[in-house]
């Protein structure tokens, strides 16, 4: 069960109804360049900030496509994927994922990551963050293990997840366990935090759900014993279930984390996720913080910082591997008795997207040498054609590019033709929908999964921003 091969509910279908017939079918360049957002009276949420924004930076965009991109793409989360409600006379913000009605600990984070810089200026939408930050604290009590979540926390999933051999619990839409997910949320309360100083969301409740990760990936270093996740799934493709019982490839206990599946909910081939384990602890790290000044709580501090320090050391110790040219790089998976797998997968946490989590300098040495490894053929995934290259991933198969991969190497780069030569590939990619996808195939724009994937758009709006900051030369071009 892929996310892509869920069947759409009446939301997705709606949106694409709304895509060009040209696009739907096949035909790659959109003729036009009206909006493609929902109307006003149909938006699941309107910020006033993020609509000051979206007109500001659009007026520096010369390229009258890229504009329109910018346009439809940036506000997506909002638009289409946000509820809001009440839980205990609090906010409550549940985030679908796009096509599919669940919400993702780890793409709900980024979604709204894209909007965190606006919240000082924007009380509904500090709301809108206040009640995402406590569903994914209630969430992560119903389930540390889960990625995904029903809207109803009683219900059972709504996806095809109730048949795997695992402990389901109500609630949950998919328990694939992936470090990550947890990660992620440590992430979006830090960014909250920092943006705003507001205590509200960091209750008991939320401190609770942060205790809960953090013992999870204690539980995860599988010191004593296999600890108590396991999963397994009746399907044809072992990128979907795990051996040996469900607790995946055996592995040397050396302090590091272990993960069923990486971000791409695709299973881990050696359970030593090197970028997800980065990530836990540049998270970790930036929970402390919020424990030490939004609560006050030092004990809590000082354990997750603990924690960061030991799988630190672990990395250190065994996260690498030669690069067949005389030096080292971050390996992509490890098994803690010597073996490793060298790739990257599109899906942030990558290899090459650690300095956007905060998990390395984009001018480390290593990570350098990392990076420009994974953009080059010795990453089976690395793709190659006539419309573009990039990183895809088994998620999709060969010959897939993630338009991820190319925003992400435009966001770490300073180089202006590699952000200009990003930029073209990714405005030649949308297939005539307006939007960016999953993924598309390296020879055909028109042939790609996911029309409606909420975290690839925001992902792009992000990119823009970031280019109307650095380089708004580049926005003044036409490409």
Not at 2 to 10: F, L, S
Request: glycine share 8%; charged share 25%; net charge neutral.
């Amino acid at each position: 069960m892929k996310r892509r091969e869920v069947m759409m509910g009446a939301g997705a279908l709606a949106m694409s109804a709304a895509l060009p017939m040209r696009a739907m079918a096949g035909v790659g360049q959109a003729e036009g360049f009206e909006s493609k957002r929902p109307p006003v009276g149909q938006r699941g949420f309107v910020s006033k900030a993020v609509e000051a924004e979206i007109k500001a930076v659009k007026a520096k965009i010369a390229d009258p496509e890229l504009a329109w991109l910018f346009e439809n793409c940036y506000p997506n989360t909002l638009d289409t994927t946000v509820r809001l409600g009440t839980v205990d006379g609090k906010p409550d913000t549940f985030v679908i994922t796009g096509d599919i009605d669940a919400m993702w600990l780890r793409d709900s984070s980024a979604q709204l990551q894209t909007y965190v810089h606006l919240t000082p200026k924007d009380a509904d939408l500090r709301r809108v963050f206040q009640g995402a930050i406590q569903r994914q604290a209630r969430c992560i009590l119903i389930d540390s293990y889960a990625n995904a979540f029903t809207p109803d926390p009683t219900a059972k999933s709504n996806l095809s997840a109730v048949n795997d051999k695992t402990d389901m619990k109500p609630g949950v839409a998919e328990r694939k366990w992936e470090i990550d997910s947890l990660a992620y949320t440590m992430r979006l309360a830090h960014s909250y935090w920092i943006a705003t100083r507001d205590k509200t969301p960091f209750d008991a409740l939320w401190a609770q759900g942060a205790a809960r990760a953090v013992a999870t990936f204690r539980e995860q270093q599988r010191k004593d014993g296999p600890g108590p996740y396991h999963f397994q799934r009746v399907d044809p493709s072992p990128t979907e279930t795990l051996m040996f019982g469900g607790f995946g490839a055996p592995t040397r206990k050396v302090g590091l984390i272990h993960s069923g599946f990486r971000p791409s909910d695709d299973a881990c081939v050696f359970p030593f996720l090197i970028p997800s384990n980065l990530f836990a602890v540049s998270a970790l790290k930036m929970l402390a913080q919020v424990h030490n000044e939004a609560r006050g709580d030092t004990a809590a501090a000082q354990d997750a910082l603990a924690l960061a320090n030991e799988v630190q050391a672990a990395l250190d110790a065994h996260g690498k591997m030669p690069d067949g040219k005389g030096g080292e790089v971050w390996a992509f998976e490890v098994d803690g008795y010597g073996n490793a797998i060298f790739m990257d997968d599109a899906n942030v946490p990558s290899l090459s997207g650690l300095p956007l989590l905060g998990a390395a300098d984009r001018r480390d040495p290593l990570y350098v040498r990392t990076a420009a490894l994974a953009w080059s053929d010795r990453n089976p995934y690395f793709f190659k054609g006539k419309f573009g290259e990039g990183i895809g991933g088994p998620h999709i198969g060969m010959d897939m590019i993630w338009p991820m991969s190319l925003i992400t190497r435009a966001l770490i780069h300073d180089d202006d033709a590699t952000v200009m030569q990003c930029l073209k590939w990714l405005k030649a990619s949308h297939g005539g929908t307006g939007f960016m996808h999953e993924s598309f195939h390296k020879d055909d724009p028109a042939n790609f999964t996911r029309s409606w994937f909420a975290w690839a758009n925001g992902l792009f709006g992000d990119l823009i921003l970031d280019v109307a900051k650095r380089k708004p030369a580049l926005l003044a071009q036409k490409l």
